[in-house]
């Protein structure tokens, strides 16, 4: 198993090999990098034209890490500056549905990680949530007492649409039931499939194709 980047002491160059529940932002943040950083890296370039997504790598993949190169900014003294460390913390996107239609102008909290906030989804049902870039986990709830929904929320862990349990994931996200989140074809799962197949103008096959996995990804996306 690699051991993870130490953010207190110096990083040399060289490959981390990416463990369950990594992404490129959580990575960033242990090696002192910006995300964008080492997604733009060259040598980084295989495993961006690979995954497409820099939340979604597969545990196995390799992230080369650069050095950090220090920046000097020249202020005049006795007086105090603010420096904001930019794409930090980051955001999480979601859009709200209830019967395939938004959540609109309802009030919603979020507890990440323990830390709870609250808010009013937009007109289209869209929550947008800071969140610290190793965050985990949270909680959702949407709506009023009388019709509060709860959404479970697992960060930094989408597979790749490639395998099965990452086209699961995508269903569940976007509101298909698929059965359990493993990496087995069930009838729940090809029952999933075929809903949002039908949705989206598909052919009704219950087989993930590539045109159907694709079609996963550009909605989970938007």
Same mark, same amino acid.
């Given at each position: 198993?690699a051991?993870?980047?130490?953010?207190?002491k110096?990083?040399?160059?060289?490959?981390?090999?990416?463990?369950?529940? =990594?992404?490129?932002s959580?990575?960033?943040e242990?090696s002192?990098?910006f995300?964008d950083?080492?997604?733009?890296?060259?040598e980084n370039?295989?495993l961006?034209?690979t995954?497409?997504?820099?939340?979604?790598?597969?545990?196995?993949?390799?992230v080369?890490i650069?050095?950090?190169?220090? #920046?000097?900014?020249?202020?005049?003294?006795g007086?105090?500056?603010?420096?904001?460390?930019?794409?930090?913390p980051?955001?999480?996107?979601?859009?709200?549905?209830?019967?395939?239609?938004? !959540?609109?102008n309802?009030?919603?909290?979020v507890d990440?990680?323990?830390?709870?906030?609250?808010?009013?989804?937009?007109? =289209?049902?869209?929550?947008?949530?800071y969140?610290?870039?190793?965050? #985990?986990?949270?909680?959702?709830?949407?709506?009023?007492?009388? =019709?509060?929904?709860?959404?479970?929320?697992?960060l930094g #862990?989408?597979?790749?649409?490639?395998r099965i349990l990452?086209?699961?994931?995508?269903?569940?996200?976007?509101?298909y039931?698929?059965?359990?989140? =493993?990496d087995?074809?069930?009838?729940?799962? !090809?029952n999933?499939?075929r809903?949002?197949?039908k949705d989206y103008?598909?052919?009704?096959t219950?087989?993930a194709?590539?045109?159907?996995?694709q079609?996963?990804?550009?909605?989970?996306?938007?």
């Amino acid at each position: 198993m690699a051991t993870k980047v130490d953010p207190t002491k110096p990083v040399g160059k060289g490959d981390y090999v990416v463990q369950d529940d =990594d992404c490129m932002s959580s990575i960033s943040e242990d090696s002192g990098h910006f995300w964008d950083t080492l997604w733009n890296l060259a040598e980084n370039a295989a495993l961006k034209e690979t995954r497409k997504d820099p939340n979604v790598l597969m545990p196995g993949d390799k992230v080369t890490i650069p050095p950090i190169t220090p #920046k000097q900014v020249s202020k005049a003294t006795g007086s105090t500056y603010q420096f904001r460390r930019k794409g930090v913390p980051a955001k999480l996107h979601l859009r709200i549905l209830k019967q395939g239609e938004p !959540r609109a102008n309802e009030s919603y909290r979020v507890d990440i990680d323990g830390k709870l906030t609250k808010g009013v989804t937009d007109a =289209d049902g869209v929550v947008d949530i800071y969140i610290p870039c190793k965050a #985990k986990k949270g909680k959702l709830w949407v709506g009023p007492p009388e =019709d509060e929904k709860m959404y479970t929320l697992q960060l930094g #862990k989408t597979m790749p649409v490639e395998r099965i349990l990452g086209v699961k994931q995508r269903l569940k996200n976007i509101g298909y039931r698929c059965g359990s989140l =493993d990496d087995e074809i069930t009838d729940a799962y !090809r029952n999933g499939l075929r809903n949002f197949q039908k949705d989206y103008e598909l052919p009704g096959t219950g087989e993930a194709d590539d045109a159907t996995r694709q079609k996963l990804v550009d909605v989970h996306r938007s």
